[in-house]
């Protein structure tokens, strides 16, 4: 299976919670930036602009369990930065795991090997480590070594019995056969699965080597294609959204983002202000505005933060959607 039972389950009960209870708008995943600190300097990252003032703040370990009790969603994706710097991040981790949250930690793998021996696998539990590209190109856009670190932490993380996935960013340059390569490789290596994102430009992170939505549609063509012979655990109806294939509209409150200045409005991507409380954000941000795409901001993306819970708050209003994410979700 694509997606473990445990998160369909804890997915399909709270989706039917909130149909009950009739809710308009409910998150799906937490963004928790733990930092924005990194020890990396990637090319493209936006955070390192946008947060350089306070880049080397840190939300409290009570600070991150307090955005998990006011966010309901099952899902928490810890990031960063790199949120292993932080050195509280096993407490972390283990106290969302305890309320049985589903948690992905985003890492870049170098300080993984050691992280892990403060760590437990659990079913609750997933690392998902960056990878680029194979060793040229991701050691270009990371820093050199970085790759190889990387690779020995999926490893070492894989042998002391964590699940592990990869998520890999596709830019102006890349190309289809490194991609078939790289995916053949981490099978090998015996990943849970592979997400791939489209290199978009936003908001402080313009750089030419990212995509507009013209090069996306050309790119995810294949990617497509590829996610039947691979486990690529981006759904088939985003990709078909990725090709130009589907419409779909934003869903900007299903990934909201809580860090070190607060709860991010608009979105994980753009920034108007932060909020104090998870509550004040859904309350006073004009999700209309963007949900329509009507922010200039907007106007090229197509990233999974958006779209994603879109294809999972719509994806059984047709039998043929019902058909294919059920064949993918059991391949």
């Not at 309320?99 to 170098?110: E, F």
């Not at 300080?111 to 050691?139: E, Q, R």
Request: with cysteine.
């Amino acid at each position: 299976m694509r997606v473990s039972l445990s998160l369909s389950s804890s997915l399909t009960k709270y989706l039917l919670k909130n149909k009950i209870l009739s809710r308009a708008r409910f998150p799906l995943v937490l963004m928790l930036e733990v930092t924005h600190q990194c020890n990396l300097a990637c090319e493209g990252c936006g955070r390192i602009h946008e947060y350089k003032e306070t880049m080397r703040e840190m939300l409290r370990t009570e600070e991150c369990i307090q955005a998990v009790d006011e966010c309901p969603a099952p899902v928490v994706t810890v990031t960063g930065g790199e949120p292993l710097i932080h050195p509280e991040i096993d407490k972390i981790i283990n106290a969302i795991v305890n309320k049985k949250r589903h948690v992905y930690l985003c890492t870049n793998g170098i300080l993984l090997p050691d992280a892990i021996k403060k760590l437990k696998p659990s079913k609750y539990f997933n690392i998902n480590v960056h990878i680029d590209g194979l060793a040229s190109t991701h050691n270009a856009i990371a820093g050199k070594g970085v790759f190889e670190r990387a690779i020995h932490a999926i490893q070492a993380a894989k042998r002391a019995g964590f699940k592990v996935c990869t998520n890999t960013t596709i830019y102006k340059n890349t190309s289809e056969k490194e991609i078939d390569e790289l995916f053949s490789f981490l099978e090998g290596l015996g990943v849970d699965g592979m997400l791939v994102s489209p290199g978009f430009s936003f908001e402080h992170n313009e750089n030419e080597v990212f995509l507009c939505r013209n090069e996306i549609q050309e790119r995810f063509g294949f990617i497509y294609g590829i996610s039947k012979k691979y486990k690529i655990l981006n759904s088939p109806l985003y990709l078909k959204f990725l090709k130009g294939e589907r419409s779909l509209k934003c869903t900007p409150w299903g990934n909201p983002t809580r860090n070190y200045l607060g709860w991010k409005s608009p979105c994980y991507l753009i920034t108007d202000t932060h909020y104090k409380t998870f509550d004040e954000c859904m309350e006073n941000t004009d999700w209309e505005k963007y949900q329509e795409g009507k922010d200039p901001r907007c106007e090229n993306c197509m990233m999974h933060c958006g779209f994603e819970p879109t294809v999972v708050l719509e994806g059984g209003k047709r039998i043929s959607d019902i058909i294919e994410m059920t064949k993918w979700s059991f391949s």
